[in-house]
């Protein structure tokens, strides 16, 4: 399969279906109908039958999915079958509630890593995790053969935290600054700042 | 203008013109073309011009674009030019974490209210903002015509949560909760899940 041919917005939305399968199956549902899923969810049931169709289909005409093997086949498309270390760089507000979050864990994310500069919060342990200084950063990325960060540092610091990351194998990076990162081809990143997204609403409310 | 006629990846990517725009002017600079602010963004300059199309164009062939006009033009096309009162329900670890980021006030977003329905966090003052119980959420929208919301509430609560501030006239919902909210038409949601953007990025890592 050739990933990139694939729309990002189609992958992106994955994890959402994935996500909302693992509440039917909470609920004890064996079987879903791309009706309902997409009822669920808001959006249609074709553009959920168009975006499965790149990876072959699991589903035949109005018998519905089977909820246990669709979800599996996601998690292998996704690359979810096995846990990913993760490290967080920058333990801030938003670092610390990032680290004291059991989302990631239950996901199969461990934050492995924990980096700061501030010497007041080296040492610190949150959620189980000890916070270290920056300078490991390099060392510990490479050891561990981790390909994804986060990075909760203030926008000034990002670009140069990033190009760090980068340099030692980091090829995926969840941007929590507010500034656009430059990236070498093949590194994804995924910026989330909320005041942009505040920003795009505020669009539709005048 | 009919709003619902632009398609909504156009209107995402207008704050990020804007924030590099922004940072452009910081820098001293007059004028800016296409081709620099797509190099600065990683995406294409006839996208850009595109994208600015929709709302009468901006530039002039060659000339590049005048930095503060086309600030200005996309801070009124976005609804920029007063500043926004925000409800915040749900002051956790990330709660907490958001009501001390100072960026939402340095945008014009104002988290003027803070709820919780944890006794030990009512009448905590966190960034000058004092937790109220949540019963108070419904006099309060009212009263100030509040219609920006920010949910941190545990997936299970938020849904009820939106419930409640959607009847009372919020009509965009920062929702940090991981779970898919379903609100009437005309209220604008969007999710920041990292662990859906996560596995979304883990797709190309294999």
Known sequence: MDKEIIPEVVVARLPVYAQKLNQFLQEGRAIVSSNELAEQLGITASQIRKDLSYFGGFGKQGSGYDVITLLENLREIL???HPWKVVL?????????LLSYQ??????FEIALALD???????KVISGVEV???EQLEEWVKA?????????????EAQSVADRLTEVGIRAILNYAPVTLKCPDGVHVSDIDPVLILQKMTFYLE
């Open 144 to 156: 561990e053969g981790v390909r994804l960060a986060i990075i909760t540092v203030p926008a000034s």
């Open 103 to 108: 989302g990631f864990a239950r996901k199969g």
């Open 132 to 134: 270290r200084p920056v």
């Open 79 to 81: 690359n979810l079958t």
């Open 89 to 97: 760089v920058g333990v801030g507000h938003l670092g610390s509630a």
């Open 117 to 123: 500069n501030n010497p007041e919060l080296i040492g």
